[in-house]
């Protein structure tokens, strides 16, 4: 087996604070959230899996409200509920990215599709391409079934951005690949003070570089052509990042 890179505790700390800022903030905002912790394939190795970004979680595990969230021991054991559920299991965490079950289809999904395509083309994987990748979301909370409004995005940006850094640095992946559009990732990601290079494409749209790795900002695939995206990120990740120019 490939060594494991469960996130550090320094991630589990960052992350409760997320969680306890956006309580307190949103204390009386009312209905059920549900907040992701970054999945990692079981076979995914450092410089050579994929790191996958989408805009924000639909559903997930563990919903809760934020008026029970005010105290840090009541976020702590959330985050644990969270993080067992991630890393815990014996099934490999991200099977239902790839296959059908408990009422989620993935070949439904645009979005998984794209990352299915793209992971078999460039590392070769076959039909356990879900287990060379890893998992996250720009922002990590939302409501069920809908994605964060701007008031629940403005609460947790900056905390959500940092995550985002802590994962890049813990994975180094072999690229990163967010699939939100550039209206969702520079906002968010603009909290970093990063630079970005726009593209006159509608495929990949931006690329940065966080430390030595490279990031690949593509539109959300729903309602698109997905083989043009296919094939640019392909091309965008075989190519030095001075010389992207899709």
Same mark, same amino acid.
């Given at each position: ?28 905002? $009312? ?21 996958? @970004? ?18 840090? %021991? ?7 509920? $969270? ?31 794209? =990352? ?25 909370? =939302? ?17 959500? =951005? ?13 690229? @990163? ?9 520079? #906002?968010?990601? #603009? ?12 495929? @990949? %749209? ?30 965008? =990740?075989?190519? %030095? ?6």
């Amino acid at each position: 087996m490939p060594p494991s890179y469960p996130l550090p505790d320094s991630y589990r700390i960052a992350f409760e604070a997320m969680l306890l800022s956006c309580a307190n903030h949103c204390a009386r905002r $009312l209905g059920e959230f549900v907040a992701l912790w970054p999945l990692q394939g079981r076979e995914y190795r450092r410089c050579e899996g994929i790191l996958f @970004v989408g805009r924000a979680v639909n559903d997930w595990e563990s919903p809760f409200l934020f008026d029970k969230l005010t105290t840090q %021991q009541a976020v702590e054991h959330q985050v644990c509920r $969270l993080r067992d559920s991630a890393e815990s299991g014996e099934e490999s965490p991200l099977l239902w990215a790839s296959e059908p079950c408990s009422g989620y289809n993935p070949h439904q999904s645009a979005f998984w599709r794209v =990352a299915r395509r793209v992971t078999q083309e460039i590392l070769g994987a076959g039909d356990k391409w879900h287990d060379r990748i890893a998992y996250s979301n720009l922002y990590k909370i =939302a409501p069920r079934n809908r994605n964060p409004a701007d008031w629940l995005c403005a609460a947790q940006a900056l905390h959500c =951005a940092r995550l985002l850094k802590l994962e890049i640095e813990h994975w180094r992946p072999r690229f @990163v690949l967010v699939m939100s559009g550039t209206d969702w990732a520079v #906002s968010l990601l #603009s909290e970093l003070g990063l630079g970005f290079t726009y593209l006159n494409s509608d495929s @990949v %749209q931006a690329i940065f570089r966080f430390a030595d790795t490279k990031c690949l900002v593509v539109p959300h695939p729903q309602g698109r052509r997905e083989r043009p995206i296919i094939d640019a990120v392909i091309t965008a =990740a075989a190519t %030095q990042f001075s010389d992207v120019s899709i």
